[in-house]
Nanobody, 124 residues
Framework: QVQLVESGGGLVQAGGSLRLSCAAS????????MGWFRQAPGKEREFVAT????????DYADSVKGRFTISRDNAKNTVNLQMNSLKPEDTAVYYC?????????????????WGQGTQVTVSS
């Protein structure tokens, strides 16, 4: 069982930056692949970024590639999402998720545990 708690969301102007963090409980955090998803009002939840168990493999949605960076610290049981050059279309609730598969994963159905979400609002 893994419990996930996101933090770091907020209101930022277009072009600004935010850093989201996800703190995980449990001693087996390093066994899990991790991901970030987002959901805007009236839209389906969409994949943002994924990272494997060691942090050696990452991937991103095309819409955020080159602007967002996912990282993890297994010693601290945390996964982070650095978001730069933010756009109004990045506005959404951002969710951290863990999958028992320790590689990179893309579909929300592949993830077993979810955080409660943190709101990111980008003003134009």
């Amino acid at each position: 069982q893994v419990q996930l708690v996101e933090s770091g969301g907020g209101l930022v102007q277009a072009g600004g930056s935010l850093r989201l963090s996800c703190a995980a409980s449990g001693r087996t955090f390093s066994r899990y692949g991790m991901g970030w998803f987002r959901q805007a009002p009236g839209k389906e939840r969409e994949f943002v970024a994924t990272i494997n168990w060691s942090g050696g493999s990452t991937d991103y949605a095309d819409s955020v590639k080159g602007r967002f960076t996912i990282s993890r610290d297994n010693a601290k049981n945390t996964v982070n999402l650095q978001m730069n050059s933010l756009k109004p279309e990045d506005t959404a609730v951002y969710y951290c998720a863990a999958t028992k598969y320790n590689g990179v994963s893309y579909a929300h159905t592949e993830f077993d545990y979810w955080g409660q979400g943190t709101q990111v609002t980008v003003s134009s």
